[in-house]
């Protein structure tokens, strides 16, 4: 199925709220719910971060090179700065390994792989990942997502079948946040001073080489391609206009 093979963030929360549910489901013996799943509060997506970020930790070696930290950091706190919810403690870890990633974690954990920032060619580029990232915190998408996921197991855990409507909807939910999160992370690249087109030239480079490489395999290439191809072109026609605005 096409919405499984979604960027790491969306997938990555997917496998931390079925682990949640999964150890509510071992010690209740069956998952239950006494209301209508709401949204998580601010609390609560803090704490789930902070679980999210400590399995994160034990998983991957951390690059602790202070001045590359410090550059990364002075990029995520300018971004910050201009966000929506900039009341939230964010943070910005790079990780020791050569994919090319970068996710987050509900309650503003980021993180990128040190392979990422070393494809970046501009401190833009790296800005507008980071802004991506923070997007997806200020729009609240870990909290929607976790929202979604949630009523699909409590339609099942009520009786009702896994339905391919419930699927849907959160696929398509899920290619709305990668493209918000696309134009509101180059919104606050702009405002932070940045140049706004750097999310774009990373995608676009990130692209060919995948292109190139032919990491897409068999299965999954028109998918995945088409999805990141829709992203492109979805946020060159918001930039164009971010240039008529300023104008
Ligand atoms: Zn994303």
């Known amino acids: 199925m096409t919405w499984q093979r979604k960027l790491s963030f969306f997938l990555f929360v997917l496998a931390v709220i079925l682990v949640t549910v999964g150890r509510h489901s071992a010690a209740n013996d069956h998952w239950h719910l006494d209301d209508t799943p709401a949204e998580m509060s601010d609390a609560e997506e803090v704490e789930l971060g902070k679980q999210v970020d400590e399995y994160i930790r034990h998983q991957f070696y951390l690059e602790n090179d202070p001045d590359l930290n410090m550059v990364v950091n002075n990029i995520t706190q300018r971004l910050v700065t201009v966000s929506d919810r900039n009341t939230l403690p964010f943070t910005c870890t790079i990780l020791q390994s050569l994919s090319i990633n ?6 503003g954990h980021i993180y990128l792989t040190y392979g990422l920032l070393k494809f970046a ?5 790296v ?3 980071v802004g991506h990232e ?3 915190a200020s729009l609240r998408h870990a909290s929607k997502l976790y929202h979604d996921v949630m009523e699909i197991l ?5 009786g009702g079948a896994y339905s391919p409507e419930s699927l849907l909807l959160l696929n398509s939910h899920l290619e709305e946040f990668e493209q918000d999160a696309d134009t509101t992370g180059a919104l606050y690249a702009f405002k932070a001073g940045f140049n706004p087109r750097g999310l774009l030239n990373f995608l676009e480079r990130h692209l060919s080489l995948m292109i190139r490489k032919n990491m897409f395999g068999l299965a999954g290439l028109s998918a995945t391609a088409e999805m990141i191809t829709s992203r492109i072109n979805h946020l060159r026609e918001y930039l164009s206009t971010l240039d008529k605005g300023k104008k």
């Open 121 to 125: 060619k501009t401190e833009d580029e």
């Open 154 to 158: 409590y339609r099942q855990s009520s």
């Open 127 to 129: 800005a507008g990942i």
């Open 102 to 107: 970068a996710f987050s974690a509900p309650g």
């Open 134 to 136: 923070v997007a997806h």
